[in-house]
């Protein structure tokens, strides 16, 4: 097989990050529309990722984060967003790269994308540990359990 010199791994992956980002540019401007809310879960030792010490104690490797009723501040850029987020009552401001980015779910209409952080333009090779995910999460909704099971754009797709 031919080497591909073009890194199409890369760009599918970008573009793909592109969709997040205008997604959430979007409900940066106008609020989340009807029933959509988002589950984002990331690499919370990507660089760029700034979240507290607290926050990172508790979630050494890996969070998710919902959007949902309760988020303040949401702001985007080219490179990521940030946002205002409340962890058991008390307030914080997460910074997410978008190369940190892992996985992107609106169950209220089953569309999910799943990245490779590893694979990102500009990121250092952070180490996949699937095993060792954590959750954390502000104003989940009740009976979701984000992170228990990985979303596939093939799950998506229409079957002929």
């Given at each position: 097989?031919?080497?591909?010199?073009?890194?199409?791994?890369?760009?599918?992956?970008?573009?793909?990050?592109?969709?997040?980002?205008?997604?959430?540019?979007?409900?940066?401007?106008?609020g989340l529309p009807g029933e959509h809310h988002?589950?984002?879960?990331?690499?919370?030792?990507?660089?760029?990722?700034?979240?507290?010490?607290?926050?990172?104690?508790?979630?050494?490797?890996?969070?998710?984060?919902?959007?949902?009723?309760?988020?303040?501040?949401?702001?985007?850029?080219?490179?990521?967003?940030?946002?205002?987020?409340?962890?058991?009552?008390?307030?914080?401001?997460?910074?997410?790269?978008?190369?940190?980015?892992?996985?992107?779910?609106?169950?209220?209409?089953?569309?999910?994308?799943?990245?490779?952080?590893?694979?990102?333009?500009?990121?250092?090779?952070?180490?996949?540990?699937?095993?060792?995910?954590?959750?954390?999460?502000?104003?989940?909704?009740?009976?979701?359990?984000?992170?228990?099971?990985?979303?596939?754009?093939?799950?998506?797709?229409k079957k002929p």
């Open positions: 097989m031919a080497e591909d010199h073009m890194r199409y791994d890369i760009l599918a992956q970008e573009a793909l990050r592109g969709v997040v980002r205008k997604v959430l540019a979007e409900v940066a401007k106008t988002f589950f984002i879960s990331f690499v919370t030792r990507a660089p760029g990722v700034r979240l507290s010490e607290k926050l990172l104690g508790q979630y050494d490797k890996e969070m998710t984060i919902v959007i949902q009723n309760q988020y303040w501040d949401l702001k985007v850029n080219e490179t990521g967003f940030e946002i205002g987020l409340s962890f058991d009552g008390v307030p914080e401001t997460l910074v997410i790269p978008f190369s940190a980015v892992k996985g992107f779910f609106d169950p209220s209409v089953q569309f999910g994308l799943q990245f490779d952080p590893q694979i990102a333009p500009g990121a250092e090779a952070q180490e996949a540990e699937d095993d060792a995910a954590v959750e954390g999460t502000a104003d989940l909704p009740d009976g979701t359990e984000p992170g228990k099971k990985v979303v596939s754009l093939d799950a998506f797709r």
